[in-house]
């Protein structure tokens, strides 16, 4: 056990006093947390695995208005997506950014009346979308953000100038227009960011994970899932932030006849990361938003050097682990033959794949992409009232958080003494203009080289800073092999971020997986590392090691052989026998 959890369940024992406890540890539960320690509440977090290891390990890593709801007739929710959208790009520089996307128009105007059709009681698939209502549709985005924005108005281009910025386009198009909205580089981090930040503004709240919660008596037991332990509490509210979870929990948690019906019917979303460097510059650092040939709009981005594929949208009965199928990943790679006909892309060349459920209200709609991605507050009575969570996405967490922290503040007879759309989060804060700007200032203030300060930027944003100054007194800040990644950054990483199993590292506090470059040889040298920090023994080494080759395996479509291809392949023996004579 790390010295940090021993310290939170130490802080746990000694005072199981809580005003909230937060069931759930993904992103919306991380900001219902910050919030409402930032007003002066103590609160408790639990979640039964790690922090945004759910729903919110496998968002489309966009933060969008979602130009699509403006068809179903959600203008409030475009409103607040757009607000919050904007809000993460002042707050979280470090991880979102702006991305141009455009869409390749194949027609002037089919789709005009989808709106229509759904505000009158329409469920089903919307026909293509022309030129005319996506004009419509994009004038109505600029309109909404009009005067705060910051970011770009739409443009439209003709056919042939389409051609001369995206030459690899289908010849299909008439025409194309561009946007802007921003995407996530590492999405997982800033739900940790959120932990730090709040862990330093209010110590007394306490965020957990691999923990699990359970009524006990007239108030609750929290049980260390690595050790074992239980620890009894109370609490005046209880917010469920469980997600696809949400019922489930409710069962385990509600007085007897409370829960009522269910409040959450989940979809399931997949996502390929594909190696293709003809695709990566087809691109022109542009996402591609078009639909697919069933009416569901599928994207393409450019993401972490590789390039980003989705989705799919499927109904699902119960909530759980959930992977890529085969008939997924091949409807992603034909959609992507609709919009580049001409680029070959194999199944080889994907070297991720994630999948997650999306926390939906419950619906009756038959196409998918017309349930609502709105979200609400649903108080449930009991001696100790409950507040679920239902809905909500990634985008609008912030504003989501606020409006449960408003409703359990209300409860307790409490008045907000702070406000969170203009407060940075983690090493967003004192971020300067332009990254090369933080970039250069590491490489002066530390001695370090530009691929180091980079890497140091890009993962930390300002908090480098901090987190070079402690390594600079460490003798072991040297690489892993094959990584920008030091044996001491990790190290500092299993210390300091709530890290408890070498998935953490490899899936989450790190792209080291998602982006494809994880191979068997590093596995274990991080696994070193940490068994050296953490104390393990060479068994749970082992374990450790098997568990995160299995789920690379089971879940994310890396079976053991690629890890082990990837390790030989980047050997100095190999690299030598690839060079040319």
């Keep these: 056990m790390s010295a940090q959890r021993a310290k939170s369940f130490e802080k746990l024992a000694a005072n199981g006093v809580f005003d909230v406890v937060v069931i759930g540890g993904g992103i919306n539960g991380l900001g219902v947390f910050r919030d409402l320690s930032l007003q002066g509440l103590r609160v408790l977090l639990v979640e039964r695995n790690d922090f945004c290891s759910g729903c919110s390990a496998a968002p489309s890593r966009m933060i969008h208005g979602g130009l699509r709801y403006l068809e179903n007739g959600e203008f409030d929710l475009v409103r607040e997506s757009l607000a919050e959208r904007d809000a993460l790009l002042a707050n979280a520089p470090h991880m979102v950014r702006p991305l141009p996307t455009t869409i390749p128009i194949t027609s002037y105007l089919s789709g005009l009346f989808n709106s229509a059709a759904t505000l009158f009681g329409g469920s089903g698939k919307p026909s293509s979308r022309g030129a005319l209502p996506i004009k419509l549709g994009l004038t109505l985005y600029d309109t909404i953000t009009r005067g705060r924005s910051r970011l770009p108005k739409h443009t439209f281009r003709g056919a042939a100038e389409t051609r001369r910025k995206w030459p690899e386009l289908t010849n299909r198009l008439r025409c194309s227009a561009t946007y802007y909205d921003a995407w996530i580089s590492y999405p997982e981090r800033l739900g940790v960011e959120l932990v730090l930040d709040t862990e330093s503004a209010a110590p007394a709240s306490i965020a957990l994970n691999y923990a699990e919660i359970s009524p006990e008596g007239e108030g609750y037991m929290v049980t260390d899932r690595e050790s074992g332990n239980s620890y009894v509490l109370s609490a005046r509210v209880i917010v469920n932030a469980s997600g696809a979870w949400l019922d489930e929990v409710n069962a385990q948690i509600a007085p007897r006849g409370e829960g009522g019906g269910p409040l959450v019917s989940g979809t399931k979303g997949s996502h390929l990361i594909i190696d293709n460097d003809r695709l990566l510059s087809a691109l022109n650092g542009h996402m591609i938003y078009f639909e697919n040939t069933d009416g569901r709009v599928c994207i393409v981005f450019p993401y972490l050097g590789k390039v980003l594929a989705g989705s799919t949208d499927i109904r699902?009965?119960?909530?759980?682990?959930?992977?890529?199928?085969?008939?997924?990943?091949?409807?992603?790679?034909?959609?992507?033959?609709?919009?580049?006909?001409?680029?070959?892309?194999?199944?080889?060349?994907?070297?991720?794949?994630?999948?997650?459920?999306?926390?939906?209200?419950?619906?009756?709609?038959?196409?998918?992409?017309?349930?609502?991605?709105?979200?609400?507050?649903?108080?449930?009575?009991?001696?100790?009232?409950?507040?679920?969570?239902?809905?909500?996405?990634?985008?609008?967490?912030?504003?989501?958080?606020?409006?449960?922290?408003?409703?359990?503040?209300?409860?307790?007879?409490?008045?907000?003494?702070?406000?969170?759309?203009?407060?940075?989060?983690?090493?967003?804060?004192?971020?300067?203009?332009?990254?090369?700007?933080?970039?250069?200032?590491?490489?002066?203030?530390?001695?370090?080289?530009?691929?180091?300060?980079?890497?140091?930027?890009?993962?930390?944003?300002?908090?480098?800073?901090?987190?070079?100054?402690?390594?600079?007194?460490?003798?072991?800040?040297?690489?892993?092999?094959?990584?920008?990644?030091?044996?001491?950054?990790?190290?500092?990483?299993?210390?300091?971020?709530?890290?408890?199993?070498?998935?953490?590292i490899i899936l989450r506090r790190t792209s080291l997986a998602i982006t494809g470059r994880i191979d068997h040889g590093q596995i274990e040298a991080i696994a070193a590392v940490m068994a050296h920090e953490l104390g393990w023994d060479d068994a749970r080494r082992a374990r450790e090691c098997q568990a995160v080759i299995e789920e690379l395996r089971d879940y994310h479509g890396v079976p053991p052989e690629i890890l082990k291809q990837r390790a030989e392949t980047r050997s100095p023996q190999c690299a030598q026998a690839r060079k040319p004579a």
């Design 316 to 504: 699902v009965q119960h909530a759980g682990r959930t992977r890529c199928e085969d008939e997924e990943l091949d409807y992603i790679l034909g959609s992507l033959k609709l919009v580049f006909p001409e680029i070959a892309i194999h199944r080889s060349e994907v070297v991720f794949s994630y999948s997650g459920i999306r926390p939906l209200p419950v619906s009756d709609h038959d196409f998918t992409g017309r349930i609502s991605r709105d979200h609400k507050v649903h108080r449930m009575d009991g001696p100790v009232p409950q507040f679920c969570m239902v809905g909500g996405k990634w985008t609008s967490f912030r504003a989501f958080s606020e409006q449960t922290a408003n409703a359990v503040l209300t409860e307790l007879g409490r008045e907000r003494i702070t406000r969170t759309e203009a407060l940075p989060i983690g090493g967003g804060r004192d971020y300067p203009e332009r990254p090369e700007l933080l970039v250069g200032e590491l490489m002066d203030s530390f001695g370090i080289s530009q691929a180091r300060a980079t890497h140091m930027a890009d993962a930390y944003g300002t908090r480098a800073r901090a987190l070079l100054t402690a390594l600079a007194t460490r003798t072991d800040d040297t690489p892993i092999a094959g990584l920008e990644l030091t044996a001491a950054e990790i190290a500092l990483i299993t210390a300091e971020e709530h890290v408890e199993h070498l998935s953490d």
